[in-house]
């Protein structure tokens, strides 16, 4: 059974960082790709950033050249560096495993975590 915990949210004024950790328990398979999305208050959940087990990643426009997302395979864990943070970054933030095996495709997703950054 796969299961991703998120850590990391709190309050940050604006301009400041904050960390985001996902651990993933269970078997992660190198095909697995992970990922970050948010959802702000009123609005539809969103990506934030992927992320391959080679190591290619993909960002939203929004957080491109902000946040930096990696992962320790060796770890089963995935880290969002979020830098330079807006009022408008405010969400739960939420970590995503997609697990695709042959034809199909299954999504797995953390409890989420709250990131709030005041103006």
């Known amino acids: 059974q796969v299961q991703l915990v998120e850590s990391g949210g709190g309050l940050v004024h604006a301009g400041g960082s904050l960390r985001l950790s996902c651990a993933v328990s269970?078997?992660?398979?190198?095909?697995?790709?992970m990922g970050w999305y948010r959802q702000a208050p009123g609005k539809q959940r969103e990506l934030v950033a992927t992320?391959?087990?080679?190591?290619?990643?993909n960002y939203a426009d929004s957080v491109k050249d902000r946040f930096s997302i990696s992962r320790d395979n060796a770890k089963n864990t995935v880290y969002l560096q979020m830098n330079s943070l807006k009022p408008e970054d405010t969400a739960v933030y939420y970590c995503?495993?997609?697990?695709?095996?042959?034809?199909?495709?299954?999504?797995?997703w953390g409890q989420g975590t709250q990131v709030t950054v005041s103006s």
């Open positions: 992320i391959t087990n080679s190591g290619n990643t």
């Open positions: 995503h495993m997609n697990r695709r095996i042959l034809a199909s495709s299954r999504d797995y």
């Open positions: 269970g078997r992660v398979f190198s095909t697995d790709v």
